[in-house]
């Protein structure tokens, strides 16, 4: 996949203070930008780039970073729905820009558009909206989430759209797509599931298994079945491992007597088969649950997502999440007809925010929040990290990971 740029520009930055590298926090460091691109991040006084003329160093703009305030990589989230009163469910262009524009400036400068269950008609129509968004440079592609999920399981998806995995239906989706549709939330347990993966992965669809009441032998031969089908498929930017949409939402508790997709998806992504979404914002799990997960499985093998809708970055209200009606209340969302947990409303640093304050290590919590993701991409020559080549996609964050500033492929946002 091509990764979304926004248009080059020639400004050449210096900015010198404490840089989070793949390799750690790295006090007295240095971040070096020429247009769109990272030249250098690391000790500044190892800094000796041939790229930098002295003309080039007069010319650059200096920036120092006070004492506490750090520069990290910008964030990238595989499974939202929106943000600011604009949403991606909705099918309608100019919504989604606003979320996109709201998303980009809170530090989310790399995203998937998450669509929800609706019916065919509506998601070829958002599929080709978002899909020349992704041509456009603005997303990373898209993710969808559904149709082809469990009753049982529905969460806030309209029960009135599921249906059967059909092949027929995920062609035309995928033509609409156009190469842009990048990973699909499925349940394994549904008729035709196997058959299903199959065409996504064929098609360098990562499948992203979850809203299932499958039992733990399902939940891992079709996550098994998943990560054949994506070594084999040769495609670029395919990460070569199936991911896991909010593990524990969506999906029966782990019982001793049975322990169904959880226990699978745990025992899968520790041995780095698969890689688990975690809503970490103290809504849809327990800190506890978020500290012990990154115990036992390991940053690397998790995703944070923020599963956001419109109302991310707004005032407790009414809202819409696609077709159906929302309230949030003390910042948690419920659909109006049933009670269920209808999304978040956080941002991706709240997210690695909560999941600091978790008792996990910020670096680990930093790492399933760009690294991982970029990997879930095939973005990792692209975004996720601060190294010579990638984007020039980073934040400043202070001591409290409170937002500072935002810049995007060479751009400030904020």
């Given at each position: 996949?091509?990764?979304?740029?926004?248009?080059?520009?020639?400004?050449?930055?210096?900015?010198?203070?404490?840089?989070?590298?793949?390799?750690?926090?790295?006090?007295?460091?240095?971040?070096?930008?020429?247009?769109?691109?990272?030249?250098?991040?690391?000790?500044?006084?190892?800094?000796?780039?041939?790229?930098?003329?002295?003309?080039?160093?007069?010319?650059?703009?200096?920036?120092?970073?006070?004492?506490?305030?750090?520069?990290?990589?910008?964030?990238?989230?595989?499974?939202?729905?929106?943000?600011?009163?604009?949403?991606?469910?909705?099918?309608?262009?100019?919504?989604?820009?606003?979320?996109?524009?709201?998303?980009?400036?809170?530090?989310?400068?790399?995203?998937?558009?998450?669509?929800?269950?609706?019916?065919?008609?509506?998601?070829?129509?958002?599929?080709?909206?978002?899909?020349?968004?992704?041509?456009?440079?603005?997303?990373?592609?898209?993710?969808?989430?559904?149709?082809?999920?469990?009753?049982?399981?529905?969460?806030?998806?309209?029960?009135?759209?599921?249906?059967?995995?059909?092949?027929?239906?995920?062609?035309?989706?995928?033509?609409?797509?156009?190469?842009?549709?990048?990973?699909?939330?499925?349940?394994?347990?549904?008729?035709?599931?196997?058959?299903?993966?199959?065409?996504?992965?064929?098609h360098g669809i990562t499948p992203s298994l979850g809203h299932?009441?499958?039992?733990?032998?399902?939940?891992?031969?079709?996550?098994?079945?998943?990560?054949?089908?994506?070594?084999?498929?040769?495609?670029?930017?395919?990460?070569?491992?199936?991911?896991?949409?909010?593990?524990?939402?969506?999906?029966?508790?782990?019982?001793?007597?049975?322990?169904?997709?959880?226990?699978?998806?745990?025992?899968?992504?520790?041995?780095?088969?698969?890689?688990?979404?975690?809503?970490?914002?103290?809504?849809?799990?327990?800190?506890e649950t978020v500290q012990t997960v990154f115990e036992l499985?390991?940053?690397?093998?998790?995703?944070?997502?923020?599963?956001?809708?419109?109302?991310?970055?707004?005032?407790?209200?009414?809202?819409?999440?696609?077709?159906?009606?929302?309230?949030?209340?003390?910042?948690?969302?419920?659909?109006?007809?049933?009670?269920?947990?209808?999304?978040?409303?956080?941002?991706?640093?709240?997210?690695?925010?909560?999941?600091?304050?978790?008792?996990?290590?910020?670096?680990?919590?930093?790492?399933?929040?760009?690294?991982?993701?970029?990997?879930?991409?095939?973005?990792?020559?692209e975004v996720g990290s601060l190294r010579r080549g990638l984007?020039?996609?980073?934040?400043?964050?202070?001591?409290?990971?409170?937002?500072?500033?935002?810049?995007?492929?060479?751009?400030?946002?904020?």
């Open positions: 996949m091509t990764a979304p740029n926004p248009a080059p520009v020639s400004t050449k930055y210096l900015l010198h203070g404490a840089v989070v590298t793949d390799h750690g926090v790295i006090e007295g460091g240095l971040l070096a930008v020429e247009g769109d691109r990272i030249v250098y991040a690391g000790r500044a006084d190892h800094f000796d780039e041939p790229d930098f003329s002295q003309e080039s160093l007069d010319a650059a703009n200096i920036i120092s970073l006070p004492a506490g305030q750090r520069i990290i990589p910008g964030l990238i989230d595989i499974h939202n729905h929106g943000g600011n009163g604009g949403d991606f469910p909705s099918g309608d262009e100019a919504s989604a820009r606003i979320a996109v524009d709201f998303l980009h400036r809170s530090g989310t400068t790399t995203l998937l558009a998450s669509m929800v269950t609706a019916s065919p008609e509506d998601l070829i129509k958002g599929i080709g909206i978002y899909a020349n968004m992704t041509d456009e440079g603005l997303l990373a592609g898209i993710h969808l989430e559904g149709p082809f999920l469990s009753h049982a399981r529905c969460g806030a998806q309209n029960p009135a759209f599921l249906l059967e995995p059909d092949l027929e239906i995920m062609g035309s989706l995928i033509e609409a797509g156009r190469g842009t549709i990048t990973t699909m939330t499925y349940a394994p347990e549904l008729p035709g599931a196997p058959e299903l993966v199959d065409l996504m992965t064929s299932t009441d499958c039992d733990t032998a399902t939940a891992a031969d079709s996550l098994e079945q998943a990560r054949e089908g994506l070594d084999s498929t040769g495609f670029d930017g395919v990460s070569g491992r199936p991911t896991v949409t909010h593990l524990f939402n969506g999906m029966p508790p782990m019982h001793h007597r049975s322990p169904g997709p959880v226990a699978a998806c745990l025992r899968i992504a520790k041995a780095g088969n698969a890689a688990v979404e975690l809503i970490a914002d103290n809504t849809h799990l327990d800190p499985v390991g940053a690397a093998n998790i995703v944070l997502v923020t599963d956001s809708m419109a109302a991310a970055g707004l005032a407790d209200g009414q809202y819409m999440l696609g077709p159906s009606p929302v309230s949030v209340t003390d910042g948690v969302a419920t659909l109006d007809a049933t009670g269920s947990i209808a999304g978040g409303t956080a941002t991706l640093l709240d997210v690695v925010r909560h999941t600091t304050a978790a008792g996990v290590k910020f670096t680990d919590a930093l790492k399933s929040a760009t690294v991982v993701p970029a990997a879930v991409l095939g973005l990792t020559d984007r020039a996609d980073f934040l400043i964050v202070d001591a409290d990971l409170a937002l500072q500033r935002v810049m995007r492929g060479g751009l400030w946002l904020k």
